[in-house]
């Protein structure tokens, strides 16, 4: 395809993706890297310990033996890493390298490290996936073994997906250490591979305070591959946003986004438009906003989202907030099921439009076979200035339907982000109306 006149210089650059980590581990030093990984294994095994008490004393005691560390010392070990984990990542890169640095290594390692709870139980699953990675990663190096091993143990406990485990990602990757399996040279990234792999390591772990079945170590890998690529940049929004603008009806829309006045968009959105969105590499509305910056950058996206948000919960938490920001547009990707949340969606969108706040939302998010809500007939909505932008049949008639739900039935894949994404793009640079042509 020729290239587009409208590719702004530097493109190419801006969407480069990196391979690995910018720092490699040669580059840091080993002992003190050896400090911090450890230190995140024994904090996070602390956690689960507290976790293993529904477990019953008897399991607790013979595969998660606390070594008599009390309670308080082990609340005090989780509190440690996450303090540790939010210190800017630049400069736990620059301690690690031997730099000049304002992180203080030692405020937090020295007493999770001198802790005396110990992870030794062959059947722990740190443990279980330390043996399996060093059967199928053979020439890593023990380091890196823990490092992966690392980022599953907190993968396994899913209720820290959005905060700890993105830290986690984010610092490792940072300092150069390999964040999913393929780093190792260990080959597979579809989902029966992970679920093959899965079945191995299940059968091998003990009694845990989290699901160890195929399905859910499965669900980890597939968790590891999508944001072990985001953070180490070999697949985030930079790089679908540079596919995306390979597609011609995207080309030709760049000029009529670049003409755009400047816009506040605002997106009340739930986790489909979220950056650490987990079943994709990158969601539809930070591979947009990234665009925005290049062809628009005048205009400003601001997101105000909650995991499975509803409209009723829109309207307690950011109902007055996007109101005092005063965008020009709002976005609604909500679940507007019943008649509470379709009260809430009414109420909203009569406020913001009495603001003189346009208001827009998709027609479907198909197949996400719980967005019910007819928006062009209900009542509730039909006689609102609701522009409802129609994607459904588009979504319908894609040749890559069948690969759009993910493993929990519920998020969606890549190929539905990136469909969106072209939409959505079309729709703010006005290449394409509420009823496509």
Known sequence: MKKSSFLPTGLLGFFCSLAYAQQGVKTM??????????????????????????????????????????????????????????????????????EKSVFDGSKHLDFINASKLTSENPKLPLNVWLDWLKIKAPTSSQIERKTVANIQQVLSEVERDGDLLQDLFRVYAKIGLPVLTGQLGITGETDEDFLAWGTEISENIGFT?????????????????NWGRRFTGLRDKFVLGKELLSLPEVTTAIPLFAKQPQRKIAVIGHSFT????????????????????????KSEFKYFQQGGMSAVTAQRLFYSPVLEWK???????????????????????????????????????????????????????????????????????????????????????????MLMAREWFKYLAGARKEKPE
């Open 29 to 98: 030093d080993k002992a003190k890297i050896e400090a911090f990984v450890d230190a995140n294994i024994k904090a996070v095994h602390a956690y689960e310990v507290l976790a293993s008490k529904k477990l019953g004393e008897k399991i607790r005691s013979k595969y998660w033996n606390t070594a008599g560390v009390p309670d308080a010392e082990l609340k005090k070990l989780v509190e440690l890493q996450k303090a540790m984990l939010a210190e800017p990542v630049s400069e736990i890169a620059a301690w690690a390298a031997g």
């Open 327 to 417: 965008p020009d547009l709002v976005v609604f990707v909500i679940m507007g099921e019943g008649p509470e949340n379709r009260k809430a969606l009414r109420e909203m969108i009569l406020g913001y439009t009495a603001a003189g706040i346009k208001c827009c939302i998709f027609d479907s998010l198909w197949p996400a076979d719980w967005d019910l809500l007819p928006k062009g007939s209900d009542p509730e909505l039909k006689d609102l200035k609701l522009n409802i932008i129609e994607v459904k049949k588009i979504l319908e008639a894609s040749p890559e339907k069948e690969k759009f739900k993910c493993l929990d039935g519920i998020h969606l894949t890549e190929p539905w982000h």
């Open 274 to 297: 979220m950056e650490t969105h987990w079943s994709t590499p990158a969601s539809f509305i930070p591979i947009v906003t990234e665009l925005t910056k290049l062809y628009n950058p």
């Open 209 to 225: 305070p989290y699901s160890k079945d195929p399905e859910a170590v499965q669900m980890a890998f597939r968790k590891m591959y």
